[in-house]
């Protein structure tokens, strides 16, 4: 069973920035990929953005140009630079972590962390 620890979160004015982090616990041979999602209030949860193990990555339409996924293989951590930030912005945010062992896929979340985009 892999470990999640997120950090990073917070209430920030729009157009700040944030950063936030997750590093995941296991073998770097077992990570397939990480990434960023996202739950507003009444709304279902989204992508925000993605990056595998050997640097592809996908982003939300919404985060293209503001937002910069990057991952440290040492640390089995990746981070998401927000910048440009705006109240739609605001969300919990989930890590997402995913092994991929002998063909077997297993999804690891993290607990949320909040993000509040407001003046």
């Known amino acids: 069973q892999a470990q999640i620890v997120e950090s990073g979160g917070g209430l920030v004015q729009p157009g700040g920035s944030l950063r936030l982090s997750c590093a995941t616990s296991?073998?770097?041979?077992?990570?397939?990929?990480m990434g960023w999602y996202r739950q507003a209030p009444g709304k279902q949860r989204e992508l925000v953005a993605f990056i595998t193990m050997v640097g592809s990555t996908n982003y939300a339409d919404s985060a293209k140009g503001r937002f910069t996924i990057s991952r440290d293989n040492a640390k089995n951590t990746v981070y998401l630079q927000m910048n440009s930030l705006k109240p739609e912005d605001t969300a919990v945010y989930y890590c997402?972590?995913?092994?991929?062992?002998?063909?077997?896929?297993?999804?690891?979340w993290g607990q949320g962390t909040q993000v509040t985009v407001s003046s």
């Open positions: 296991g073998s770097i041979f077992s990570i397939y990929g």
């Open positions: 997402n972590a995913v092994h991929l062992v002998a063909g077997t896929r297993s999804d690891y």
